[in-house]
Nanobody
Framework: QVQLVESGGGWVQAGGSLRLSCAAS???????????MGWFRQAPGKEREFVAA???????KYVDSNEGRFTISRENAKDTVYLQMNSLKPEDTAVYYC?????????????????WGQGTQVTVSS
């Protein structure tokens, strides 16, 4: 069992930046650094969608429409993954969820994520 705790969400004006963090911990006390980690988001009335994922070695995958505004990174020693979000737009407003899965590919698809965080709200005002 892996627990994921997100932080860093909040309110920001369009054009601003936020950095989300997700701390992972395993019930067994073992490191979670072997897992691939990802970020998804869900806006009101919409389906949860993939944003970015990263595996233990640092290989990354982004949604095709990323436009270079979002950057995912991780610190294996801290079992933490980050999502740096720049040039935020009102349409980025959503609850952002941290996810964990066995592989980079599975961390990029809603149907194959093994663990989810509770989510953190990001609100971008125009």
């Amino acid at each position: 069992q892996v627990q994921l705790v997100e932080s860093g969400g909040g309110w920001v004006q369009a054009g601003g930046s936020l950095r989300l963090s997700c701390a992972a911990s395993a019930a067994s006390g073992r490191s979670t650094s072997t897992y691939a980690m990802g970020w998804f988001r869900q806006a009101p009335g919409k389906e949860r969608e993939f944003v970015a994922a990263i595996n233990r070695s640092g290989a990354k995958k982004y949604v095709d429409s990323n436009e270079g505004r979002f950057t995912i990174s991780r610190e294996n020693a801290k079992d933490t993954v980050y999502l740096q979000m720049n040039s935020l737009k009102p349409e980025d407003t959503a609850v952002y969820y941290c996810a964990s899965a066995g592989t980079l590919a599975s961390a990029a698809w809603v149907g194959s994520v093994a663990y989810w965080g509770q989510g953190t709200q990001v609100t971008v005002s125009s």
